[in-house]
């Protein structure tokens, strides 16, 4: 009978011929990866001896960046080429009777044919998830190399009847084998049995009155067990998680789960923490679950890529829906596409089973690195390929804000998300309901979410009331009320993902005074932190009574009047400030104005019936505390559209010349930023070539003649006229 053996303990790591014994899950990029642009890219080796091993084994590598090759006693085993899937080789023929040396090289350089290249996040180095053995396999077995375990279940129910499609695929000398399946509810009695013949595939199984996984609510398991007999001995066994539901997707209604209306409240996943990278333990993948539990999310948009097969576990045993997405993103590339299919084909493979994914996602922003010869045409291929393979979840795709709202990539897919954000890099948060709305009026029949949106909240700016694009935890709390109560006012809209749920690593920033760290997280990187737009969302989508002071970061304020901010589902909350009680009715946000800060220590407490008491200490002061504010000279993405209109003579207008606004500062800061020297695919030559004769041209000029879509225009627009001359 198989047996899986761990064998992360004890590997030999060589980095540039310096060597040093570490532990699996690893990445060679946990701490540079996260500190800037230049973070090691290139091949390293992990080699170890082989524990004795008897019969057929097989190598199970969860997951290597981005490209692996394995050799067994100095022998090619094989290759695998993409950095977020599980990959396995049959070891058996290399395998000796004395010691067995495996070797991995992996290398996370950037490869012209394989996704991701260029993205917003640090592509880690590294064998950062398990490494096992699969091992004493017998003369035929369920076959490794299809899926997860050469078992694919397709369940469907209808009229109160559940039917179970069993796909099964066999290795090794089957002559003379049963296949028997057996499925088992969560108190272990069988509901089911099928005996059939290793060539018949396919069987089917059926049986009535099935209790519905029903996400959050009620996420039931059934398990299946998958059986190898031969004559009258089992020889092989597997288990598998089955699920029964439905959902659908409808343009006016929104989203169906077992027929019953259902918004899908999301957050989007990065898989890294500080100083850890990728590299995660089943410690951590836990610890992500349990916050995306509590903040109330009933659906995880996996992004950009393959995750760690452990949370998806989690996710099926918990009830969230889960987006799974392949790493295709921001700039298409025909010398990618084979890998783009292979990626996905991995995707669906290796998750079909999982009941909590929903749907597979193709692109994400593919159009971010501007339009591209056969871009449709593959997007359409991709989109075929995950429909032959999974005919029963939708497809779906991300687009990039700027990207037309009637272009033809929206309607490739089966329902479609757009990663808006407004009220960060352009416009004000106010106007994401009325993008909506005009979107849905022109659009009609097309099955939108918001996929991304969010707002950077750096912990250590503070204020009274947050700015756009302070980079403040107040601003960040402040706009997600905006999204959060114009989310919640339209049935159609089938749901929505917060971009993102934890800070993570993007070594290629450096804005906000942090260098290598997207901070749109409503939880910081380590995990330690809740920020008060977490809380936010606790009041919108969660029931149990809690109550939560905001602002409690902002320590020292300044004595006189001050706004506190309180968060919580309840209809009504208390607020007791220095011993004087306040009380107010609450629609998930309250604001007690007018609250007066004495110098010195100020306590306040927040309740409401329920609810454990919410209690911060305010320190009064004379004057502002610097440390609150963004320094004079960091680099920002966002200008401050709330504090310079741009319609003085101070500001650029679209009437100056290109010329005249190449010698501002922050213009040269930005176009030597690695954020645009990445976007250009580094074709600084060309660029500098048209810069230079297109400056005498006026903005308004060049903004037509540039074939931007709308949304960039608009927003390069507005970056101009906010610029100081």
């Known amino acids: 009978m198989r047996k899986t053996i761990n064998i992360n303990r004890a590997w030999q790591f060589n980095k540039q011929g310096k060597t040093q014994t570490v532990d699996l899950p690893h990445t060679w990029n946990a701490v540079d990866g996260q500190e800037g642009a230049d973070y090691y890219r290139g091949r390293c080796v992990y080699s170890k001896i082989l524990p004795k091993l008897s019969g057929t084994t097989y190598l199970e590598v969860n997951a290597a960046n981005s490209v692996a090759g394995v050799k067994l006693n100095g022998k090619e085993v094989g290759s695998h080429r993409g950095g977020y899937s599980m990959f396995r080789f049959d070891l058996t023929p290399y395998l000796t009777n004395g010691e067995n040396k495996l070797e991995i090289a992996v290398d996370n350089s950037d490869f012209e044919d394989i996704y991701p290249s260029m993205a917003d996040f640090t592509f880690y180095g590294g064998l950062y998830r398990d490494v096992n053995l699969i091992t004493d396999l017998g003369e035929a077995y369920f076959s490794p190399l299809k899926g997860r375990q050469g078992i694919f279940v397709t369940p469907s129910v209808k009229n109160g009847r559940a039917c179970l499609t069993v796909e099964a695929y066999t290795l090794g000398e089957t002559a003379n ?49 998958s059986s190898l007999i031969k004559e009258g001995k089992e020889t092989d066994r597997v288990e598998t998680k089955v699920g029964f539901r439905t959902i659908e997707f409808d343009s006016e209604k929104g989203c169906f789960l077992n027929g019953e209306p259902i918004k899908l409240k999301g957050v989007c996943r990065h898989q890294d923490r500080l100083h850890m990278g990728n590299a995660l333990t089943k410690k951590e993948h836990e610890e992500d679950l349990e916050l995306i539990l509590e903040v109330g999310a009933n659906s995880v948009r996996l992004a950009h890529y393959q995750q760690d097969e452990y949370f998806y576990n989690l996710c099926d045993e918990a009830g969230l829906l889960v987006w799974a997405e392949v790493p295709v993103i921001s700039r298409f590339s025909q010398a990618k596409q084979e890998n783009a299919k292979s990626q996905l084909t991995e995707l669906i493979e290796q998750n079909y089973n999982h009941t909590s994914v929903y749907a597979w996602g193709i692109q994400n922003e593919i159009t971010i690195g501007g339009k591209a010869k056969g871009m449709e045409e593959a997007l359409k291929e991709l989109n075929a390929l995950a429909k032959s393979l999974d005919p029963s979840r939708p497809t779906v795709s991300a687009q990039v804000m700027m990207y037309a709202t009637s272009g033809p990539l929206n309607k490739i897919t089966d329902i479609l998300g757009y990663n808006i954000y407004y009220g960060w890099y352009m416009k004000t948060a106010a106007e994401i309901g009325g993008w909506l709305d005009d979107f849905h009026k022109n659009n009609p029949q097309l099955k939108l979410c918001l996929s991304e949106y969010g707002a950077e909240g750096i912990l250590r700016y503070q204020n009274e009331k947050g700015v756009q694009g302070d980079y403040s935890e107040t601003y960040q709390a402040y706009f997600h009320e905006i999204y959060a109560r114009e989310i919640e006012k339209r049935d159609w809209l089938w749901g929505s993902y917060v971009w993102n749920m934890f800070d993570f690593g993007a070594a290629n920033r450096d804005e906000g005074g942090v260098k290598g760290r997207n901070n749109k997280g409503l939880v910081t990187i380590d995990r330690k932190t809740r920020k008060d737009s977490f809380y936010v969302y606790k009041a919108y989508w969660t029931d149990e009574p809690f109550v939560h002071i905001g602002g409690e970061r902002y320590a020292r304020r300044p004595v006189g009047k001050s706004t506190i901010v309180v968060y919580s589902n309840a209809p009504k909350v208390s607020l007791t400030v220095n011993g004087e009680s306040f009380e107010k009715d609450c629609e998930r946000v309250v604001r007690f104005e007018g609250i007066e800060i004495k110098e010195g220590e100020n306590t306040l407490v927040a309740s409401v019936s329920g609810a454990d008491e919410h209690e911060i200490k305010i320190q009064g002061t004379q004057s502002p505390n610097p440390d609150y504010v963004l320094p004079k000279g960091a680099f920002s993405m966002v200008r401050n559209w709330f504090v310079e209109e741009g319609d003085g003579a101070d500001y650029f207008s679209l009437d100056d010349r290109l010329g005249a606004l190449l010698k501002n500062e922050e213009v040269k800061g930005l176009l030597n930023s690695e954020i645009v020297q990445q976007a250009i695919g580094g074709k600084k030559g060309i660029l500098n070539v048209f810069l230079t004769l297109a400056r005498p041209f006026k903005l308004k000029s060049l903004l037509k003649a540039i074939p931007l879509e709308q949304g960039m225009k608009d927003a390069a627009e507005s970056f101009i006229t906010t610029l100081k001359k």
């Open 177 to 225: 084998l049963t296949v028997r399946h057996q499925l088992f509810d969560a108190k272990g009695e069988c509901v089911g049995e099928l005996l059939a013949e290793t060539d018949e595939r396919i069987q089917m199984l059926e049986f009535f009155n099935p209790i519905l996984w029903d996400g959050v609510k009620n996420p039931y398991l059934y398990t299946l067990s």
